[in-house]
């Protein structure tokens, strides 16, 4: 099940016509048709029943219905989240910082920071280290 299928039913439920369905979807009414007929086999069950030319959710309808309007506002809220993920408003940023220079960097740099992405939270470390085998003094084990 995929977007684009939870849409078709929605519309369906929407209109209550194939016909109609079909045209808001660019779709041909017998394309419609041949796939709410493969859902219903799949489902082993009616998702609508034909009253004239109206298509009345069935209780089986109604339920995938309901999911399916979740669904595609969990889809929704995720492409929203994933859109702050890619322009970096929202997130979370790790920075580890040798324990001398933290004190003078921290409260210069954060306030600013957090004024251009107020969506990503920080967590700061402060570590006082020693030169170790071929690690700059001031990584403490960060790579």
Request: one cysteine or more; hydrophobic letters at 35%.
């Amino acid at each position: 099940m995929n977007v684009q299928e939870l849409n078709y039913i929605l519309c369906i439920a929407r209109h209550q016509n194939l016909t109609e369905a079909a045209q808001e979807l660019y779709l041909s009414q017998p394309t419609l048709s041949k796939y709410l007929q493969k859902l219903e086999r799949e489902m082993n069950g009616k998702l609508f029943s034909r009253v004239g030319n109206r298509y009345v959710p069935t209780d089986l309808g109604r339920r995938y219905l309901e999911y399916a309007r979740r669904m595609l506002e969990l889809d929704r809220d995720w492409q929203k989240e994933l859109q702050d993920l890619n322009a970096c408003r929202q997130g979370e940023l790790n920075i580890a910082f040798p324990l001398m220079r933290s004190s003078c960097l921290v409260p210069r740099v954060l306030p600013v920071f957090h004024a251009r992405y107020p969506g990503v939270q920080v967590n700061l470390w402060e570590e006082s280290c020693a030169v170790h085998a071929g690690r700059p003094a001031g990584l403490c084990g960060v790579q």
